[in-house]
């Protein structure tokens, strides 16, 4: 029997940016329902690394510092290497604190953080219900909803979709775009750290048609996240499998002088989870009774690490144009997508030219040599891939100049 319920806004997905926007809605005094597919927060394919900026909009956004401290491993920079020896070090400061270095996230502990806020603000976070279909018209949205065998149509005046890479929100508004760049796939998984009390930086090793991330994060693990963007990769995957591909992947990554003793070897604390396609695009983010945010509006690819980032400045723009919509300006879900397209648009441009680059190792390789030796071009674009700074810097000719000349 399928039964119908009403609210003011209900919100597709329960990672940081759906939990975020049903905090800050339900502190305005709105009533807020949240629907996350899975029972409890547990670790799927996700970022983990993130710059300053994040540790700022979260503490803008009420999260306490001794719960990000918790949760949250500092992280003092982040080695770029190449598969042929270049290496460069981007910062974001150097007191050591939270509030001037990348962190790592224990992201289970974090989403898990970010709902019960979310609860204690007084939205209603359903955990375990999937929502298979999505309506909307000018009057507000209706989704379906299922609740093991139950199934419900839940009527809502906005529904924000916080659903990730393969939104429901965004297929169902017909929305969904091709990638701007072309297929890749991501693996990532935890492995135990023998060191859990050092101070490291995390390490992005660019290899020939894939790239490893490795980051420190909370609870003595180490996070590897692996693209594979070449066909031949991929091609190895449906082969032979993800730990066979990882573990290959793994043994080209270069030894560091650093890196902690036998870590490659170690246990691996959770099962490899995978994520395909890993671009998503939306033609829009807003319509008549429904927004996007987070990865559901569109994210390009985890190389520049600014999706957690991204996904709490969507939230609060969201929270914000969704109250006012609730308030009687009728046209503010569409000035959220103006927003965003004026927040990001340049960013994203910058993020499209990186990950372009990743495609062809001779002109990274080039590029790579040139921040190693140049430190002034080098500081600029860790602040650009940081959010720290606008990114028009990166696209300055001046800089490009500084960046690309011989």
């Known amino acids: 029997m399928t039964t119908a319920e009403r609210t003011e806004v209900a919100i597709v997905g329960g990672g940081p940016a759906g939990a975020v926007v049903a905090t800050l809605l339900a502190h305005a005094g709105r009533e807020v329902v949240l629907f996350e597919r899975t029972r409890v927060p547990a670790w799927r394919a996700?970022?983990?690394?993130?710059?300053?900026?994040?540790?700022?909009?979260?503490?803008?956004?009420?999260?306490?510092?001794?719960?990000?401290?918790?949760?949250?491993?500092?992280?003092?920079?982040?080695?770029?290497?190449?598969?042929?020896?270049?290496?460069?070090?981007?910062?974001?400061?150097?007191?050591?604190?939270?509030?001037?270095?990348?962190?790592?996230?224990?992201?289970?502990?974090?989403?898990?953080?970010?709902?019960?806020?979310?609860?204690?603000?007084?939205?209603?976070?359903?955990m375990g219900v999937a929502v298979r279909r999505m309506t909307a018209a000018r009057e507000g949205a209706q989704l379906a909803i299922q609740r093991g065998t139950a199934t419900a149509t839940v009527k809502a005046s906005v529904v924000i979709g916080a659903d990730g890479l393969r939104s429901?929100?965004?297929?169902?508004?017909?929305?969904?775009?091709?990638?701007?760049?072309?297929?890749?796939?991501?693996?990532?998984?935890?492995?135990?750290?023998?060191?859990?009390?050092?101070?490291?930086?995390?390490?992005?090793?660019?290899?020939?048609?894939?790239?490893?991330?490795?980051?420190?994060?909370?609870?003595?693990?180490?996070?590897?996240?692996?693209?594979?963007?070449?066909?031949?990769?991929?091609?190895?995957?449906?082969?032979h499998g993800a730990a066979a591909v990882s573990a290959r992947v793994l043994a080209a990554v270069p030894i560091a002088a650093d890196e902690p003793p036998g870590w490659r070897d170690g246990e691996r604390c959770d099962e490899i989870a995978g994520a395909a396609p890993l671009g998503h695009r939306v033609a829009r983010r807003a319509g008549d009774g429904w927004l996007l945010?987070?990865?559901?509006?569109?994210?390009?690819?985890?190389?520049?690490?600014?999706?957690?980032?991204?996904?709490?400045?969507?939230?609060?723009?969201?929270?914000a144009s969704v109250n006012a919509y609730l308030s009687?300006?009728?046209?503010?879900?569409?000035?959220?997508?103006?927003?965003?397209?004026?927040?990001?648009?340049?960013?994203?441009?910058?993020?499209?030219?990186?990950?372009?680059f990743l495609d062809h190792p001779a002109a990274f390789e080039h590029v790579a040599a040139r921040l190693a030796r140049r430190a002034a071009v080098r500081e600029t674009m860790g602040l650009v891939m940081g959010d720290l700074v606008a990114a028009t810097r990166a696209l300055d000719p001046r800089f490009l100049a500084a960046l690309l000349a011989p």
């Open 46 to 126: 996700g970022g983990v690394f993130t710059s300053p900026a994040t540790m700022t909009a979260l503490r803008r956004i009420g999260v306490e510092s001794p719960v990000l401290g918790a949760l949250a491993r500092p992280i003092p920079g982040l080695r770029v290497e190449t598969r042929r020896g270049t290496s460069f070090r981007l910062t974001y400061g150097d007191d050591g604190s939270l509030a001037a270095t990348a962190v790592g996230l224990d992201r289970p502990a974090f989403d898990a953080a970010l709902l019960a806020m979310a609860e204690q603000a007084g939205a209603d976070v359903q």
């Open 168 to 239: 429901v929100v965004a297929r169902s508004m017909g929305v969904v775009r091709r990638a701007p760049l072309g297929l890749r796939v991501g693996l990532t998984f935890h492995i135990r750290d023998p060191e859990p009390g050092v101070l490291r930086d995390g390490r992005m090793c660019v290899l020939d048609g894939a790239y490893c991330g490795l980051a420190p994060v909370a609870g003595g693990r180490i996070n590897v996240g692996i693209v594979l963007a070449s066909a031949a990769w991929r091609r190895e995957l449906s082969e």
């Open 293 to 319: 945010i987070g990865d559901a509006a569109g994210f390009l690819d985890p190389f520049t690490g600014e999706g957690l980032h991204r996904a709490l400045v969507s939230a609060e723009l969201a929270a």
């Open 328 to 356: 009687g300006e009728r046209g503010a879900l569409r000035a959220y997508d103006r927003a965003m397209s004026a927040r990001f648009a340049t960013k994203d441009v910058v993020s499209r030219v990186v990950t372009a």
